[in-house]
């Protein structure tokens, strides 16, 4: 088994020598963490680059490139939308408090 990681063909097992450093093989992996479990909305997108990222030849040329950047542009749109939920709900907060502030100053 030849590995794109560490270039080398393992043992005799097959196991990749820089398995034994928690790092494994592309052909054994899934997508990063914070992409397949988190990232809900973008997941038909996660899905169509990895299976892109399943064929070397097309990932080295940049075949999977269109799939990378329907998936940069929904995970920025994300990010986008979530980045205005905590400025609304830090706002809402903070005006909570100001009020809670301002009714402990007036019975002063």
Excluded at 2 to 10: L, Q, V
Excluded at 97 to 104: C, D, F, G, M, P
Aim: aromatic share 4%; net charge positive.
């Amino acid at each position: 088994m030849f590995c794109s990681i560490c270039f080398s063909h393992g043992s005799e097992s097959g196991c990749c020598p820089v398995k034994s450093l928690e790092i494994i093989c592309p052909s054994d992996s899934q997508m990063h963490p914070q992409l397949s479990d988190k990232r809900i909305v973008c997941r038909e997108f996660i899905q169509a680059l990895d299976a892109c990222h399943t064929n070397n030849w097309a990932r080295l040329t940049g075949r999977c490139n269109q799939e990378k950047d329907k998936l940069n542009q929904c995970l920025r749109k994300e990010r986008v939308e979530r980045s205005a939920r905590n400025r609304a709900d830090a706002k809402e907060q903070r005006s909570k408090t100001e009020r809670a502030w301002k009714e402990l100053h007036e019975n002063d």
